[in-house]
């Protein structure tokens, strides 16, 4: 259906090509009627094998059309029939006879229906159209007015075979979020081809909010992560089949870190993930945190696992995510572990993740303290990043955790 629509256009870009042809050809014969009535039989130039009146160029398979037409200014001239014939060398012959007779006014001669002849009413013109064009058909055509010894034209057909090529963008190109990326499919050959684009993935809308574009470049803007996908573009000259090549699209986001945390309920800081300390107390709560930081887009969901296990919200865990609307280059998610029992202990990861890359780290919670033990060791004197970024993430986990409301959702 699509090359049948494909096929519709180029048939009335024919038409319009052979409409303006016949414009071109009455403005010649406008100039011509300047011309004296003597030279219209005597003149060398228009009556020569040597002067041609036109060169067409078809591919194989193609439709040739070759126009002749003379100055209509007498009566004789409107009404009399134009033959046509092809000539059998390239000297011709001034009476005709040498070559294959093709058409006599309106009628074709030649037993090949690949052959019509259109001739307008009370005109001095005709149009020799040839059809699925083969190797053969190329050479010189001769035109003349019946009953005329001198007034005839020449025409070359070439038929050359049809060809597609092209130079085209990489088949996998990489885009940076925010940035123009063009995917080029530049065709040359014979005919020339025309170039159209469609998108092959599970989202079949184009950049432009199209389903098909016209073109040999299809630029996209500001690309996003909705733009990745596989792009086609099709050359197709309506001889050849048509050639496809396929580019995929890979748009990735900014880089981005991921950072852990732990803190106790009786901590007044937050603690990097790979420590030991602080222990965990019993019955008492215990926080786990990981922040995604960096100019993401889309900004990473973050989901936790215990042991490999997907954590819910429940009576014994509570999970806060900031809503990545507040900040924009980090988003963070905390993991409160409510009354902590020995059975509690285990491995904890946070998976944070969006269209383009996951990253991932893994809490060792180990060990349990009772509550009133001492427990804050001497070497808890953390680097000053930590103690910036674990007073920032603080800020908004002031409030006493034991108090947090549960849900009904077990893990």
Known sequence: MLRLFVRLRYELFMIDIFVLSLAVHKADLRKLRSVDK???????????????????????GDTAVLHCSFDAIFQQLRNGNIDWSKETSRDGDPDGSGGVSIASGKRVTVEDSRFRVFRPHNSALSVLIIRRSKKKDAGIY??????????????????????????????????????????????TGYPKPIVYWTRDDRNRQLPDGSYQYWGNGLQVKSASESDTGVYTCYLDNFVQPIVTYKFSLMVEDNPWNLDGFRMRFDSKQWFAHDRADPKPVK?????LMCEARGASRPQPLIRWYKDGKAIRSSKHFYIITDSPES???????????????????????????????????????????SEGQETTPTELTVRKKEKDRGAAASSHLTRDFNAIPTTDVQQ
């Not at 019955?283 to 926080?287: C, D």
């Open 283 to 287: 019955t008492k709560s215990y926080l």
């Open 327 to 369: 900040k924009s280059n980090k988003a963070s998610s905390t993991l409160v572990i409510m009354n902590f029992l020995p059975r509690f202990q285990g491995n904890y990861t946070c998976v944070a993740s969006n269209v383009f890359r996951m990253k991932k780290l893994t809490f060792y919670v180990r060990g349990v303290e």
């Open 142 to 187: 001769r035109c003349n007015l019946s009953g005329s010894s001198t007034r005839h034209k020449y025409m070359i057909l070439n038929v050359t075979e049809s060809k597609i090529e092209a130079q085209t963008s990489p088949a996998t190109l990489r885009a940076k979020i925010g940035n123009d990326v063009t995917l080029w499919c530049n065709a």
């Open 38 to 60: 003597k030279d219209l039989d005597t003149n060398p130039l228009t009556n020569s094998v040597e002067f041609i009146w036109s060169t067409t160029t078809v591919a194989v």
